[in-house]
């Protein structure tokens, strides 16, 4: 089940984090992989970790917030793979800064980023889409676009706003056989995340909110991401799907 052989997948900020648990869950199903992530970073770990499943893999330079550089990175993965099936729109920032003193530049980054760098991305694939009938789309949201979280209201904000941009796109693209979903994880084991519970004060407050009393991995976002991009999710669109551990229904 859930197998991607002969699809393409692109996943924007896909070098490290849950980013590259996505990449890894897509190549393991089968799926040709474009990384892309902001230029000069390090993706030779990702890039590992799909090839390893001997699927095609390449990586693209892009700040999704730059439109031109979106424009010409798409056009780039079209011309290396003939196409994108799956688009999983994943960048994404969090500054935790307290919305009475954050600036409106910091605010104005995060959707940016985390907003309109997954409509820049869509716009370039969805007519492709349409002309094969085929297509997922996919928004790495969060836990945060149901419930509020400290010193994160900007990121509260962006991410509230990618869940009702999926279910627009949901909406508008029904008809051509295109799906468009959300995955909403919880606070997820990467790099930065351990540094962060290293703080007690923190690591006692996502043990206690979280039911399952640990963090999610990547592959566990990849892995729901994998079954969002699948022909047995085909009558999946508009959804959220949850991958916190029980965070949101307490």
């Known amino acids: ?38 230029p000069g970073v390090n993706a030779e770990d990702a890039i590992k970790d799909a090839a390893a499943y001997g699927v095609r ?12 550089m979106v424009i010409s990175g798409m056009k780039k993965i079209e011309e290396v793979f003939g196409k994108v099936d799956i688009l999983c729109c994943n960048a994404g920032i969090n500054t935790c800064e307290n919305t009475a003193t954050i600036s409106c530049d910091s605010w104005d980054r995060h959707f940016d ?16 889409m349409k002309e094969r009938g085929f297509g997922r789309i ?12 400290p010193n994160s209201a900007a990121y509260c904000a962006t991410k509230g706003a990618v869940v009702a941009l999926a279910r627009g796109l949901a909406l508008d693209y029904a008809q051509y056989g295109i799906t468009v ?47 969002l991009a699948s022909e047995e999710a085909s009558m999946t669109t508009g959804s959220v799907l949850m991958v916190d551990g029980g965070w949101t229904v307490q």
């Open 113 to 128: 980023i985390n907003v309109r760098g997954g409509l820049l991305p869509m716009r370039q694939v969805i007519e492709g």
């Open 57 to 68: 893999v390449i990586f693209v330079e892009m700040d999704v917030a730059n439109e031109e």
């Open 181 to 227: 979903n959300c995955v909403a994880p919880t606070f997820v084991l990467t790099d930065i995340s351990r540094k962060r519970m290293e703080d007690p004060n923190f690591r006692e407050f996502v043990n206690n909110m979280i039911p399952m009393h640990r963090l999610a991995t990547p592959e566990e976002v990849g892995s729901a991401v994998a079954f």
């Open 1 to 38: 089940m859930f197998e991607l052989n002969g699809k393409v997948a692109v996943v924007t900020g896909g070098a490290a984090g849950i980013g590259r648990g996505l990449v890894k869950c897509l190549a393991a199903q089968g799926a040709d992989v474009a990384i892309c992530d902001l």
């Open 138 to 149: 996919i928004f790495t949201a969060s836990q945060a676009s149901i419930v509020g979280r």
